[in-house]
């Protein structure tokens, strides 16, 4: 079955230290990849997309991922973490397409960054 | 200007009573979802509606029954509430005419039933 792997619930890091959450996928064809962030008592908020083309996407707030097919991982990335990127990811997979589609999420990663 | 936008924010209330939450999304999108989040922070969908029309209807008991009178509008009624029905529920909505767009959510309802 399809799903979405998070590795690592909690991860601790310092402020402007760099920082890599994981994120593997198990799905047949191309995925279309997410990463949302939660803040307490917030909904979710888009970080980024992939769908297709340059395997390294940008996203908002300085992060970005990577898409690795032979890996079957879509790992976030920044390069120098702030106070205020503590908050739940979310990796997830995009099933199917048009208005059947579903979004898959992975269990998260709670961030705490340490000043 | 809150694009998808839920109420009530907080709901507490007892086991047995039937309750609603309602959301309404302004972005004029086709598609329209639940998604429950548990105590463990894991989200997983439960309904999808398209144009007023339901498209995904995941393993949720029958208690559960989603109302969608327009497409800016879906909302979710619970009858006969149970303790396990205590979570966070996410409306979120997606514009399928772009290729897989993503999804927009609201700021969730912490349901609590005692």
């Known amino acids: 079955a399809q799903s979405v792997t998070q590795p690592d619930i909690h991860i601790t890091v310092s402020e402007g230290a760099s920082l890599e959450l994981r994120c593997n996928y198990s799905y047949g064809a191309t995925p279309y990849l997410f990463w949302y962030v939660q803040s307490p008592g917030q909904g979710l908020q888009l970080l980024l997309k992939y769908f297709s083309g340059d395997t390294l996407v940008q996203g908002i707030k300085g992060f970005e991922a990577e898409f690795k097919r032979s890996q079957s991982s879509f790992n976030l990335r920044k390069p120098s973490v702030h106070w205020s990127d503590a908050a739940e990811y979310f990796c997830?997979?995009?099933?199917?397409?048009?208005?059947?589609?579903?979004?898959?999420f992975g269990t998260g990663t709670l961030l705490a960054v340490q000043p | 200007d809150t694009a998808v936008s839920q109420t009530p924010k907080y709901l507490v209330t007892q086991m047995g009573n039937d309750k609603s939450i309602k959301c309404e999304q302004n972005l004029g999108h086709d598609t329209m979802y639940w998604y429950k989040q548990d105590s463990k922070k894991f989200l997983k969908i439960m309904f999808s509606y398209n144009n007023k029309e339901l498209i995904i209807n995941e393993t949720v008991p029958n208690r559960f029954s989603p109302k969608s009178p327009d497409k800016a509008h879906l909302n979710l009624h619970i009858n006969s509430l149970e303790l396990g029905d205590s979570a966070v529920y996410f409306c979120?909505?997606?514009?399928?005419?772009?290729?897989?767009?993503?999804?927009?959510f609201g700021n969730g309802t912490r349901l609590t039933v005692t």
């Open positions: 979120a909505s997606r514009n399928d005419r772009g290729y897989n767009s993503p999804l927009h």
């Open positions: 997830a997979v995009d099933l199917y397409g048009g208005a059947t589609n579903k979004l898959i």
